[in-house]
């Protein structure tokens, strides 16, 4: 697969605390150049990067994020907020501790009221594989389906581990007809996105640097 077929599967990503405007700057500037899918950035940046860029580049952000432990009602304002200031794509983070207590009409009912408040754009469901059992996932995976929300995210990137091909396979499985996969976390080559690609994935958040890929 060439560099530019990826390129369109990728949320191109820096969500790093330090992230400077040049960070974020050269980051979009590379992801025009690639076309990428989108660029997933921190909430604070979208309305400058919305601004600066326009209809050049398409926003994705993250709400709940790392942690998940938000109250709903906070995600909900995020979404909106987020929306208003320009960004197409939110990435969502389910509450783990709701996860672990086994709690899944809530965090289906968490996951529609973020669908309603984002109406119109993609909500990606971030469910952080590296601290649910197989039987949690598959949990989550009805938690999403239910919900409403267009994709299945593995990771935040900021969890103990990233994507792993095994849970891509089981979200295959589990999932809804109409929910895609996005993997993310610890993606950093050519041969890593094309397996996670021709395991099911449709997105990758990938923050590697073009240049480090090799056709």
Request: net charge negative; hydrophobic share 40%.
């Amino acid at each position: 697969m060439k560099i530019n077929e990826i390129a369109r599967h990728i949320d191109y990503t820096q969500l790093k605390a330090f992230a400077t405007w040049d960070d974020i700057k050269a980051l979009c500037d590379e992801a025009i150049a690639h076309e990428t899918a989108s660029v997933c950035i921190p909430p604070s940046y979208v309305r400058p990067v919305h601004q600066a860029y326009g209809d050049k580049i398409r926003i994705c952000t993250v709400i709940g994020f790392p942690l998940g432990y938000n109250t709903t009602e906070t995600k909900v304002f995020e979404a909106r907020k987020t929306i208003e200031e320009g960004a197409e794509e939110v990435d969502m983070v389910v509450n783990i501790g709701d996860v672990k207590m086994h709690h899944w009409d809530k965090i289906t009912d968490e996951i529609a009221a973020i669908r309603k408040a984002s109406k119109g754009k993609i909500l990606k469901v971030i469910v952080e594989t590296c601290y649910d059992t197989d039987e949690e996932k598959v949990q989550l995976c009805r938690c999403v389906t239910e919900g409403g929300a267009d994709y299945i995210k593995t990771s935040t990137g900021f969890g103990t581990a990233g994507a792993a091909l095994e849970d891509i396979k089981l979200f295959v499985s589990n999932i809804g007809p109409d929910v895609k996969i996005k993997a993310a976390g610890g993606i950093r080559t050519k041969a890593d996105m094309e397996a996670f690609l021709d395991a099911g994935c449709d997105r990758i958040g990938a923050s590697a640097k073009f240049d480090s890929l090799k056709d």
